[in-house]
């Protein structure tokens, strides 16, 4: 099966630094997003991006937070400023089909965050 | 607005035990729902989905059944394995562009 790559597993930064999160989606995917997972706790939207424009996005995705598709390949997000409360796993997933219902959506692996 | 609600974990299960994990839903329009599994260290994988009322997933020995009357969506499993331990998310898609909406998980130990 395809798969979501996600780089780096795990970044550990000092809190008020910048860091980027990079996602290479499935190659035929037209449709991607950010979600978040603090420990323990529930899996959270951030953003969805489609056609180089952000599509949605929730209220924890301020403006701190930006992505973009620089090179057309890898998916990023920034952090521009960290928090300690930004520590957590962040998910990239993909999927083909914006319209439909039911396509299912690639998820990473995961890199974990942690904020010091 | 759109939103899942999953029974609290963690759940502990013996092996070859019987499995249900309860989920509900809210949502304005007519969604597809999702279980997606999050085995430890990885990423989360669909497990089974139903796009319309009465649709039955399954996959690996489980099932959904999509229940529009009680908008429920609970998960079984007959017999369960160490191997299904892991958390296990509800998730509805509205479509058209939405976002998955997720529930907040449900932790499944299932002990030799």
């Known amino acids: 099966e395809p798969e979501v790559t996600q780089t780096p597993s795990h970044q550990v930064t000092q809190m008020g630094q910048e860091v980027i999160l990079r996602c290479v989606p499935i190659?035929?995917?037209?449709?991607f997003y950010w979600y978040r997972q603090i420990l323990g706790q529930k899996v959270e939207f951030l953003v969805s991006?489609?056609?180089?424009?952000?599509?949605?996005k929730s209220e924890i995705f301020d403006d701190q937070f930006s992505v973009e598709r620089p090179d057309g390949s890898n998916f990023t997000l920034k952090i521009r400023s960290t928090k300690l409360e930004d520590s957590a796993m962040y998910f990239c997933?993909?999927?083909?089909?914006?319209?439909?219902?039911?396509?299912?959506?690639?998820f990473g692996s995961g890199t974990q965050l942690s904020v010091l | 607005g759109n939103s899942v609600t999953q029974m609290e974990g963690p759940v502990t299960l013996s092996e070859e035990a019987f499995l249900t994990i309860n989920c509900t839903y809210t949502a304005t329009g007519y969604p597809s729902l999702f279980w997606y599994v999050q085995y430890p260290g990885e990423g989360l994988q669909l497990l089974l989905k139903?796009?319309?009322?009465?649709d039955k997933g399954s996959n690996k020995g489980f099932e959904a059944t999509y229940r529009k009357e009680t908008t429920s969506f609970h998960l079984e499993k007959g017999s369960v394995q160490v191997s299904d331990s892991a958390v296990y998310f509800c998730a509805l898609n509205i479509g058209y562009g939405q976002n998955f909406v997720f529930g907040p998980g449900t932790r499944l130990s299932v002990l030799p």
């Open positions: 139903a796009t319309k009322a009465d």
């Open positions: 997933a993909t999927r083909m089909d914006r319209a439909a219902t039911n396509e299912k959506l690639f």
């Open positions: 991006f489609y056609n180089n424009e952000i599509s949605e």
């Open positions: 190659s035929n995917h037209l449709y």
